[in-house]
């Protein structure tokens, strides 16, 4: 089964801090994503990338930016870390850019509370 | 712009009684259609999925969701719920062509005893 692994699954930072939250899959997935959960308001995309050094923006960048050096892994950069980020952040990989009939492999999460 | 709605945020039912989770997606040509399950504290799971042929389609944990176009609808349904079921339960669509896959805002089932 693909493994999609997100390093921390809680976070608490400092607001104006510069925040990095890493995902890492294990099944040579082109294609990674990252969304944002909110209550209420599902799942938003804030970025993915179909393939290393390849980066677009989803339905809600601003604040964030995303870095992809190597295939397996895929970063979500808050620079400045501000409270309405606080939010459970859900990293996903698919082997195709759309989700195809295996559709998306999720992380766990991670829980980022910025104070 | 392809958009999801979850009727439901918030599904209470008793253990061992029928739910019935609704998810209305507005109109499109074609569409493929996911629920996906999140239990407490972990990622989302895909709990099945309708790409083509038979408008009823069975997931794992005894879920089956039917695709209806006239209604532009995949309502999940289960005959009977346990505790371990309680979750949050996302419906998404992915438009045929391929360009818009959008999430739901979610159900969160609560299975009492």
């Known amino acids: 089964d693909v493994k999609v692994t997100q390093s921390s699954r809680y976070l608490v930072k400092r607001t104006g801090e510069k925040v990095f939250l890493e995902c890492v899959q294990d099944m040579d997935h082109e294609n990674m994503f990252w969304y944002r959960q909110d209550p209420g308001l599902g799942l938003r995309l804030i970025y993915f990338?179909?393939?290393?050094?390849?980066?677009e923006k989803g339905d809600i960048p601003e604040g964030y930016s995303v870095s992809r050096e190597k295939k397996e892994r895929f970063s979500l950069i808050l620079e400045s870390a501000s409270t309405n980020q606080t939010s459970m952040y859900l990293c996903a990989s698919s082997l195709s850019y759309l989700p195809g009939p295996a559709g998306y492999t999720f992380g766990s999460g991670t829980r980022l509370t910025v104070v | 712009a392809q958009s999801v709605t979850q009727l439901d945020s918030q599904v209470p039912v008793f253990e061992e009684a029928p739910v019935e989770l609704r998810c209305n997606y507005s109109?499109?040509?074609?569409?493929?259609l996911f629920w996906y399950v999140q239990y407490p504290n972990q990622g989302l799971q895909l709990l099945l999925k309708y790409l083509s042929g038979s408008t009823l389609v069975k997931g794992i944990n005894g879920f089956e969701a039917e695709f209806n176009k006239s209604q532009t609808s995949f309502h999940l349904r289960k005959p009977s719920v346990h505790i371990s079921d309680t979750a949050e339960y996302f419906c998404?669509?992915?438009?045929?062509?391929?360009?818009?896959?959008?999430f739901g805002p979610g159900t969160r089932l609560s299975v009492l005893p």
């Open positions: 990338s179909y393939d290393v050094k390849m980066k």
């Open positions: 109109s499109s040509v074609s569409v493929y």
């Open positions: 998404a669509v992915l438009d045929g062509d391929g360009q818009n896959f959008v």
